[in-house]
């Protein structure tokens, strides 16, 4: 059970909920030991609570349907619920079996957040360049010939580290998405793959910055004011972001390697 999505054929069943009258649906103790159980399988999710909602609905409805079955073979409500509970097993051992599919799931956004806000920030650099430099050939970076040799040595570091990115990032999007249907099950390489990504984005966007003071102590009134603080606001943001998602990575393939 732990690790695959519950399905029953009595969803369509009113599920019982604490505090609720009728025929063969449990009171008050029967629902808050069934949303007691819930808590303690989310406690041990990695990530956000919101994140983990379509996982616990699914277990309670598995509960649910469960409970539902104990009842029709002539268990009282309360011990109906108790016997459901136990069928699902320790909250721990429930919430390791889940640990692959949200592994997967985060690095899959993780890798899709850094793909798509990588070129908006690289676009914002390109007009800095552009307004600060205006005799800049608008060409591959290793032929501009206007940039200073320190400055131009800075862009294909960046252009290094944009490179680790893009790969580590569309190789996360691969392994969860259809190409993992003929792959090895490794939960681990999703994301392994994502916290590489993150950490390529923490390198791109820090040389960036880096750059950009730089050029700030050597000559500030040559950089354009406005699309500097805006390309810096932006690889600031994504910074943080990327640095936080890529060690969120990193934890849970060691909580996969733990299994």
Do not use: N
């Amino acid at each position: 059970m732990p690790g695959m999505r519950i399905t029953g054929e009595k969803r369509s069943r009113r599920q019982p909920t604490a505090g609720s009258g009728g025929p063969g649906v449990p009171a008050l103790p029967c629902g808050q030991a069934v949303e007691r159980y819930l808590a303690e399988v989310t406690a041990r999710l990695p990530g956000p609570v919101k994140a983990h909602s379509g996982i616990v609905a699914e277990l309670r409805s598995g509960l649910h349907d469960a409970t539902d079955s104990h009842q029709s073979a002539g268990l009282p409500p309360t011990e109906a619920v108790v016997a459901a509970i136990r069928e699902f097993g320790d909250p721990g051992l429930v919430a390791d079996g889940f640990l692959p599919e949200i592994a997967a799931s985060h690095a899959r956004r993780v890798a899709i957040v850094l793909l798509v806000s990588g070129p908006l920030v690289g676009l914002l650099w390109l007009a800095t360049a552009v307004a600060s430099h205006p005799a800049i050939r608008i060409a591959a970076f290793w032929q501009w010939t206007t940039l200073p040799a320190g400055l131009g040595a800075g862009i294909q570091l960046v252009a290094v580290a944009v490179a680790v990115t893009a790969s580590a990032g569309a190789a996360g999007i691969a392994v969860t998405g259809r190409l993992s249907r003929w792959l090895p099950a490794r939960p681990r390489r999703a994301p392994l793959a994502a916290a590489i990504a993150g950490f390529g984005a923490v390198g791109a966007d820090g040389l960036g910055l880096v750059l950009l003071a730089a050029e700030l102590a050597a000559a500030p009134g040559r950089l354009s004011p406005l699309p500097a603080a805006a390309a810096a606001a932006a690889s600031v943001a994504r910074l943080l972001i990327a640095k936080r998602a890529a060690y969120r990575c990193l934890a849970m393939r060691v909580g996969l390697t733990r299994q």
